[in-house]
């Protein structure tokens, strides 16, 4: 019966045409002794699922459906879940990392982002059955428990979807680099990850400054909460903020229109830079050895977060009533291919939330 099982899903199975995104159906792995099912009610729109459909980082597979950020209900558990942490029905979330080797020195530190053995909820293999996995545009999806997390009652599912990737990337820069009362944080590139940094940034009672291309989304910044607004395409706008940030969290999603030297120069000596962007695969980021050792800055990647640090992001979401600004969308062949296009438009404030499974996925 199990063998027979299959979930539907909304992908690309072109990559030539990956805007035209189609119905499918597939197989999924069986449900191990740690693994929960659960039933997708809400899928956001990360950045990373357009760089994942458009071949941004190489074609994998087709058909290949996205989306990790996801709210839904549980359907089936394994024999050896936690049966009081977890029950029938509860709803739960999913990010972008759905299973770690459990064993090396990375997962045993709280750092089970950064296991060699990482399977990505998308666009990821999963060493121990090879399955090529797919995301949450789709009815249902299987995932290790360790990386599913129960939701805060006050939380809406459109609004904590998008915390599940962008938000615990955008929150993660601001734990690594000790951010408290009086920090001074910039985050460049106001997008969805952008937009949920600021917010966090803020709960946490840091001084922002709001960093993007030009002067579109000052307005929407503003109200964010930012103190500060720079367009970096406005001749002289940077010059009254140099030296002024201890921390800059990059988020933009690609670095091409972004002038390094420049951004870095609102830092102030020994400040810290972390970026989380993960452009189309040749882009390179460059950097000016005299500049980094002149003024002692701190360069550093940093990916989504550790279970640990999600559930502490959705503790501190919920008691803080940090709210994404989100635009909800019923899933569909034709609304998906939209909201893609879209997105590569960067016509979104600030996240896509796709909604509607029920009537979708029968
Ligand atoms: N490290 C991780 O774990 C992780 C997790 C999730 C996503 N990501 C990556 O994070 C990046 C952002 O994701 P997102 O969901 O926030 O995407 P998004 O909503 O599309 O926002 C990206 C923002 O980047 C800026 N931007 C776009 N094109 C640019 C260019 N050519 N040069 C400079 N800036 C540009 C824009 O901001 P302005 O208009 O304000 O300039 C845009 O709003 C993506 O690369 C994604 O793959 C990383
Ligand atoms: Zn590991
Ligand atoms: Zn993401």
């Not at 501190?316 to 893609?340: F, G, Y």
Request: net charge negative.
């Amino acid at each position: 019966m199990e063998k027979e099982l299959k979930f539907d899903a909304i992908g690309v199975l072109d990559f030539d045409h990956w805007t035209d995104a189609k119905k499918f159906s597939y197989s999924p792995p069986l449900l191990g002794p740690n693994d929960i099912e659960l039933k997708i009610e809400v899928c956001a729109v990360c950045g990373s699922d357009i760089h994942a459909a458009n071949g941004d980082w190489g074609r994998t597979y087709t058909p290949l459906a996205v989306g990790h950020e996801i709210v839904g209900n549980i359907t089936a558990l394994g024999d050896n879940v936690d049966k009081i942490k977890f029950n029938l029905g509860d709803r739960v979330g999913v990010g972008a990392q759905i299973n770690s080797c459990g064993k090396c020195l990375r997962c045993l530190r709280n750092r089970q982002q950064n296991c060699k053995d990482f399977v990505g909820t998308y666009q990821g293999v999963d060493k121990k059955n090879g399955f090529e996995t797919q995301g949450g545009y789709a009815s249902h999806i299987r995932v290790n428990s360790d990386f599913v997390f129960r939701i805060p009652d006050q939380l809406d599912s459109t609004i904590v979807a998008p915390l599940l990737c962008g938000g615990i990337t955008g929150f993660k820069p601001l734990i690594t680099g000790e951010v408290k009362q009086g920090s001074k944080v910039g985050v460049i590139g106001v997008g969805g990850i952008g937009h949920m940094s600021i917010l966090f940034a803020k709960a946490l009672g840091a001084e922002v400054t709001a960093i993007s291309r030009s002067n579109r989304k000052k307005e929407d910044a503003l109200k964010l909460g930012a103190d500060h607004f720079v367009a970096t395409a406005e001749k002289g706008s940077l010059d009254s903020h140099v030296d002024t940030l201890d921390l800059l969290v990059m988020t933009a999603s690609s670095f091409s229109e972004s002038d390094i030297d420049q951004t870095l120069s609102l830092l102030v000596a020994g400040g810290r830079a972390i970026f989380i962007t993960n452009p189309p695969a040749q882009e390179k980021l460059t950097l000016t050895p005299p500049t980094m050792l002149s003024n002692e800055y701190h360069i550093g990647g940093s990916a989504i977060g550790s279970p640990h640090d999600i559930e502490y992001m959705l503790k501190l979401a919920a008691e803080k009533q940090i709210k994404p600004w989100v635009q909800t969308v019923d899933i569909n062949e034709e609304s998906v291919s939209d909201v893609w296009k879209k997105m590569v438009k960067g016509d979104v404030r600030y996240r896509y939330v796709f909604t509607g499974y029920d009537k979708y996925f029968k």
